[in-house]
C-alpha cells in the first residue's frame, strides 16, 4: 500500500521567513515523489518531481528514503507562494502503475 | 496550447439517478486519471486509463466506471447516485502516465446529489 502524510492542515508564516511543509510517505518500492499546489481560484498544477532536482520559484525538495520524507523548503517566503500544497506519490509498476497518491494538503498562508 | 477541459463544471442530481462526466485532454496525451476531491478524503485515486484501456482503478465501488475513446477523451459515470459521491470531480493528462510524465489537471465538474 502507498500512503502519504502531510502533517501539518495549516501552516503561516511572515513574508522572508523560511518555511517547510513536510510530507512523509510509505511505500515500499522506489517512488516518485512530486509536490502540487493550487492557487487561489487556478487549477492543481505540478510545482516540482524529486526526480528533476529542480528549484521552481524558489522552491526545493529533497528525497530522503532513509526517513521516508519529501518536504518543501523555500528560503525566503513571498506572499504569493499563498496557496494550497500537495505532495504526491507514485509507484513503479504493478497496481501502483498511472496512479497519483496525494497527502492531505498544506493550506500555507504568508502574511505580509 | 488548450488545456484540459472538464464539462459539465457544475452537476446537481437528485439520489438514485445516474451521472456521466466528460475529460478531454491535451492533444497527445494518452493518460487520462480521475479523482475525486471532497474535504474530508482530499483527493482520491479512481482510475487512470491509457490508450482505451483501463491500467489501474482505485478502491471505489463498482457503480464508479469509466471508459477511454480512441480520441483520449474520457468519460467517468456513477450510477446510483448517493449523498457522499458529492464531490469535485478532477481528471488530468499527461503523455504517458502521471508517474512517468507530468500530469495537468482539469478545473473539475463540481456534482451535487440531493
Known amino acids: 500500500a502507498q500512503r502519504v502524510t502531510q502533517p501539518e492542515k495549516l501552516l503561516s508564516v511572515f513574508k522572508g521567513a523560511p518555511v517547510e511543509l513536510k510530507c512523509n510517505y510509505s511505500?515500499?518500492?522506489?517512488?516518485?515523489l512530486f509536490w502540487y499546489v493550487q492557487y487561489s481560484r487556478q487549477r492543481l498544477q505540478l510545482l516540482l518531481r524529486?526526480?528533476s532536482r529542480e528549484s521552481i520559484k524558489g522552491f526545493t525538495a529533497d528525497l530522503n528514503k532513509g526517513e521516508t520524507s519529501f518536504h518543501l523548503k523555500k528560503p525566503f517566503a513571498q506572499e504569493e507562494d499563498s496557496a494550497m500544497y500537495y505532495c504526491a506519490l507514485s509507484g513503479a509498476g504493478g497496481t501502483s502503475y498511472g496512479k497519483l497518491t496525494f497527502g492531505q494538503g498544506t493550506i500555507l498562508t504568508v502574511h505580509p | 496550447k488548450a488545456g484540459v477541459t472538464q464539462t459539465p463544471r457544475y452537476l446537481i442530481k437528485t439520489r438514485g439517478q445516474q451521472v456521466t462526466l466528460s475529460c478531454s485532454p491535451i492533444?497527445?496525451?494518452?493518460?487520462v486519471s480521475w479523482y475525486q476531491q471532497t474535504p474530508g478524503q482530499g483527493l482520491q485515486f479512481l482510475f487512470e486509463y491509457f490508450s482505451e484501456t483501463q491500467r489501474n482503478k482505485g478502491n471505489f465501488p463498482g457503480r464508479f466506471s469509466g471508459r477511454q475513446f480512441s480520441n483520449s477523451r474520457s468519460e467517468m459515470n456513477v450510477s446510483t447516485l448517493e449523498l457522499g459521491d458529492s464531490a469535485l470531480y478532477l481528471c488530468?493528462?499527461?503523455?504517458?502516465?502521471?508517474?512517468?510524465?507530468?500530469?495537468?489537471f482539469g478545473q473539475g465538474t463540481r456534482l451535487t446529489v440531493v
Open positions: 511505500y515500499s518500492g522506489s517512488p516518485e
Open positions: 524529486h526526480i
Open positions: 492533444s497527445g496525451h494518452r493518460s
Open positions: 488530468a493528462s499527461s503523455l504517458q502516465g502521471p508517474g512517468d510524465t507530468e500530469a495537468f
